[in-house]
């Protein structure tokens, strides 16, 4: 049985006419420590497809199995713990608590788990040290979106869902936040599946899945997977 | 590990220092007044019931036109199951006005508490009520002139059956100045020659009753016992007549009023807890509304923090953390205004509300003591409206997903198209007519709580104008320029008018029972001048208004010395606003209390009539009578409505301020962008501004019918069910076009914090939120 398994997973939004279906029999499987990206246009889906596997939205038909377990036959506060034992979240907008400082914002996530990391540690990992006693506003982007991966990866989550999380930044910052989910990935063990619309960086994946329309129109291991500092786009 | 997101709460009260500061101060506004209230209250109250438990208050006292048979007096004792005891008083009044009454001591019943020097014991002394004195500044060794006699003030009293100084029971009001009350020793009392001599008598029961209906009860068995009485000796009366005895007088009752009906011993813990009843609904409602707006600023909150909370909740915050997490700072500042509110309530406030209590009601000694019962009412019922209220309502906006958030549909409904509006209107009011439809909870909230502190304004200034309106109407609407209610028939000179007058009662059961004049007209009366039909009644209009009858309706009245109902078949309304009266014809007068034809027992009159024998004079009532009772009424009410009318306005800007200021807050981005565009701080404030202004202005104006229709209805359903007497509805429209003024002028202070406000907006705002 794989970490995560995902059958015939549909999705539609919308009634009458106006429906429009997002996901339309999606199978994809998922082994734990993979880095999986999912790529894809615009409205093929896979953000869908991300908050349907981190329990924030559900499905018309099939499932998402996580660990052996259905995250469809868990009830809103199940769904709840699920996530916050099992989950980290990073968005393309960073969300930070704008008058918490940036440890605070990472603590943030520490308060969640009952294994969390060490916290200064993963600041030195993430290049914040130095900036842990500023507020958001403070930082560059690049730096909010390293604080945002923070707060999501200090709790030490078994998979780590991150929804294009260099959308709204420029190519080095992007390289740098990649670089540092990769580091995490190989550090930490957790499981990454990342929503992209940048198809070179399926160089960096071990799993490639491609969505089209809702379906999947190619799912793959890399076998010759390259570190982010070599991906060029 | 302790919450993080705890850490926010300083920083998040700091910024945020003026909403939680409005909270604070509204809170303590609140609560130290109606907890000082409260705990004056309770203070009061047993003061008031202390007086009346340890120190004999009679059950009821009754009187004579002239001194029964002391046989009477023994029979009645004996079927009535009671003591009587001699309660003998006369009454004195001054050129201006003021009547003195003065009771001989009697140390078995109604013993004052004196509260400064000390009883009278010889000949040329009195004790005074302490609350005439004060009000009238006497003081133990002055001299008072009673009668023409010169007495020395050597007590001051608080008498338990006159905590409230009702000259007469079917007074609409107490009064403190033109009313006082004294007390002379026996030896001075029966040394005092007047004229005015009342022979009185109270009882005590010899067994206690309890209840209201026991009460009643009992005193329906005083009240049988001396109608026998009356006839039997009223029937010896008229042998002994017949028999040729000359010089001989009928005896009649002129007073019969049980304890539990009167208003001297009954009014003031009636007003207390009808007082307290009103303070606790006010704060309730008070309360609901602010914590309506603090929910409306957590919701702005929400939808300010929609991102992160998306964020938050989809790592596995639960939607009870988030709940408590938005709830603690308005909680915070909400019990920390309970607390100095309490602490106010019980010092400062709460001798400044005894003080207002003291000069109103003539009580003995005050003592305040820790209030459970205020604490609960003001602390524990609060708190749990607030947190239900505020706890709800975040549940509910909380109950969407995490994705939802993370969309920023917090409405929790589907996106809607956006209202199509025309483009012949201007830019700028299409602008913001978009303010008004995005902050539509924030203006409804606004409206709600501009209306209720427009009615709380509207009560605080509307009872001087409409006293002043009572008693020009009572004036306008007088029958005659002198009334005189005469003991035996006497003949007056001309000008005057006879008619016969009986007192009944209502029978009305959701009613305080009221005192109703039945006037006999003459026919073709040149005082009345609406012909009455026969066989029917005119009733007066405050009786027609405050007990809703209307032409051809039965009404029924109620005499209680005869135990007789009588019926009247209303022809319509005769304009006198004086009192409760029916009118009727004088022959049909006579026909119904079995008089004779000619019987009548005063006269209307537009002179004085100086011929009538002043002891055959009973009553006599001019309009400086009626006057006094509008000046009276509004000295009561003077240091109440004061704090009310500034209560309401204070209310009226700290909740203005506090909507509008999350109005700017909420669209400090799109200011930013707007000054990033070119748009001047005038302009803008020309756009946000104005809109609230509209609803500012137009709930200020949609108050004036909506707080004319609340008013009424509690005119109608609560104070005139509660209160004897008549006090007609009518608010001037002075009041509306102040209470207008009033809001208009204090939103320009919001409205200048507001601009202020916008001006501190750094145009980077947007820009921050947009990297």
Redesign the interface.
């Known amino acids: 049985m794989s970490f995560v398994e995902i059958h015939n997973l549909k999705k539609s939004y919308g009634e009458g006419e106006a429906r429009q279906t997002v996901l339309s029999g999606v199978d994809i499987t998922i082994e734990k420590g993979e880095f999986c990206v999912l790529l894809g246009p615009s409205g093929s889906g896979k953000s869908t497809l991300l908050n349907i596997i981190g329990g924030i939205d559900n499905a018309d038909d099939g499932y998402v199995m996580i660990d052996g377990e259905k995250t469809a036959d868990m009830n809103e506060s199940r769904l709840t713990q699920y996530r916050r034992n099992h989950l980290g979240y990073v968005f393309q907008l960073y969300n930070l608590i704008p008058n918490l400082t940036v440890r605070e914002n990472v603590e943030v996530g520490a308060y969640l788990s009952k294994k969390p990391l060490p916290v200064d540690d993963l600041l030195k990992t993430l290049g914040l040290y130095e900036h842990r006693h500023k507020l958001p506003t403070q930082l560059s982007g690049g730096q909010q979106q390293r604080t945002a991966i923070g707060r999501a990866v200090i709790k030490n989550p078994d998979i780590l869902l991150c929804d294009e999380p260099t959308g709204a930044l420029d190519y080095n910052t992007s390289k740098e936040i990649l670089g540092l989910l990769e580091r995490i990935n190989k550090e930490y063990g957790n499981t990454i599946i990342m929503v992209t619309h940048n198809d070179a960086l399926k160089a960096m994946a071990d799993r490639v899945v491609k969505l089209r329309d809702g379906k999947v129109s190619r799912n793959y291991l890399n076998e010759n997977k390259q570190p982010v500092s070599e991906i060029e786009w | ?5 705890n ?2 709460l300083p ?2 009260l700091k ?1 945020d220092f003026g909403k939680y500061l409005v909270i604070f101060l509204f809170l303590v506004m609140v609560v130290s007044v109606v907890s000082g209230f409260l705990v004056a209250n309770a203070g009061i109250a047993d003061a008031y019931k202390r007086n009346m438990r340890e120190n004999k208050l009679e059950d009821g006292h009754l009187s004579f036109n002239v001194r029964p048979d002391e046989e009477l007096l023994t029979n009645l004792a004996k079927h009535a199951s009671v003591t009587l005891y001699r309660a003998d008083f006369f009454e004195e009044s001054d050129t201006d006005g003021t009547t003195f009454r003065v009771y001989r001591y009697n140390e078995d019943v109604n013993i004052p508490e004196v509260t400064g020097g000390r009883l009278p014991q010889a000949a040329g002394e009195i004790a005074v009520d302490n609350l005439h004195a004060h009000k009238e500044d006497i003081k133990v060794g002055d001299h008072l002139t009673v009668g023409g006699r010169d007495l020395t003030v050597v007590g001051l009293l608080a008498l338990p059956n006159y905590s409230a100084l009702f000259k007469d029971n079917a007074d609409l009001m107490f009064e403190v100045e033109n009313f006082g009350v004294g007390l002379m020793s026996e030896e001075g009392f029966d040394a005092f020659d007047s004229d005015h001599v009342t022979v009185s008598y109270a009882w005590r029961y010899s067994e206690k009753p309890e209840t209201d209906k026991a009460k009643q009860e009992a005193a329906d068995v005083v009240l049988t016992a001396l109608r026998d009485e009356l006839v039997a000796t009223n029937t010896e009366i008229i042998q002994r007549a017949l028999a040729g005895e000359t010089g001989l007088t009928m005896l009649e009752v002129s007073d019969f009023l049980p304890e539990y009906e009167n208003k001297s011993i009954q009014f003031a813990g009636e007003d207390m807890n009808g007082d307290q009843g009103a303070m606790e609904v006010f704060l309730y409602i008070v309360i609901a509304v602010l914590a309506f707006i603090v929910a409306v600023t957590t919701i702005n909150t929400l939808s300010k ?1 929609a ?2 909370i ?10 009870g953390e988030m709940v408590r997490h938005y709830m603690i700072l308005p909680l915070c500042a909400f019990f920390a205004g309970m607390l100095v509110g309490n602490v106010l309530g019980y010092t400062g406030l709460r001798d400044f509300m005894v003080s207002i209590y003291r000069e109103m009601y003539s009580l003995g000694k005050v003592e305040t003591f820790w209030n459970a019962d205020a604490f609960v009412k003001t602390t524990l019922i609060p708190s749990i409206i607030m947190i239900v209220i505020n706890a709800a309502i975040l549940i509910w906006k909380l109950r969407i ?3 939802q958030f ?1 969309r920023r549909e917090i409405s929790g409904r589907k996106k809607k198209r956006a209202l199509r509006l025309s483009r012949n209107i201007p830019f700028s009011w299409r602008f913001r007519i978009r303010i008004l439809l995005q902050n539509l909870p924030n203006y409804i909230t606004m409206s709600v709580g501009i209306i209720l502190a427009g009615a709380i304004i509207i009560f605080g200034l509307m009872f001087q104008p409409l006293l002043k309106t009572v008693a020009k109407r009572i004036d306008d609407t007088s029958i005659s320029r002198y009334q005189y209610i005469i003991k035996t028939p006497e003949e007056a000179g001309d000008g005057a008018e006879r008619f016969a007058i009986a007192t009944l009662e209502t029978t009305h059961k959701d009613y305080k029972t009221d005192e109703i004049s039945v006037y006999g007209i003459e026919a073709g009366s040149k005082f009345v001048k609406t012909a009455i039909p026969a066989g029917q009644v005119l009733l007066s209009n405050g009786y027609m208004d405050k007990y809703n009858v209307k032409k051809g309706d039965t009404v029924r009245l109620y005499d209680k010395y005869a135990d007789k109902t009588y019926e009247f078949v209303v022809a319509g309304e005769y304009p006198y606003e004086a009192s409760l009266a029916v009118f009727m014809n004088r022959g049909e007068f006579a026909e119904m209390f079995d008089k004779t034809p000619d019987y009548y027992s005063g006269y209307f009159s537009d002179r004085e009539l100086t011929e009538l024998s002043e002891s055959n004079v009973y009553m006599r009532l001019d309009s400086s009578v009626f006057g006094s009772f509008a000046d009276q009424l509004w000295k009561s009410f003077a240091d109440f409505m004061g704090p009310v009318k500034w209560f309401g306005i204070l209310m009226f800007v700290l909740m203005v301020y506090l909507l509008a200021k999350q109005i700017i807050e909420r669209n400090q981005t799109s200011i930013s962008m707007t000054k990033i565009l070119g748009f001047t701080g005038g302009e803008i404030g020309g756009l946000y501004i104005v809109s609230t202004s509209l609803v500012v202005v137009a709930s200020l104006l949609l108050a004036v019918p909506l707080v004319d229709r609340l008013l009424r209805l509690v005119f109608k359903t609560y104070l005139y069910q509660r209160m004897s007497g008549y006090l007609p509805y009518c608010v001037s429209s002075d009041c509306y076009w102040k209470m207008i003024l009033l809001g208009i002028a204090s939103y320009a202070a919001v409205v200048a914090l507001q601009l202020w406000k916008i001006h501190r907006i750094p145009k980077s705002e947007a820009l ?1 939120t947009l ?1």
Request: aromatic share 4%.
């Open positions: 590990m302790r919450n993080p997101m850490r926010r920083r998040e910024a923090e991102g992160v998306g964020t938050l909740r989809a790592s596995g915050f639960t939607r997903g995490p994705l993370l921050k990297e």
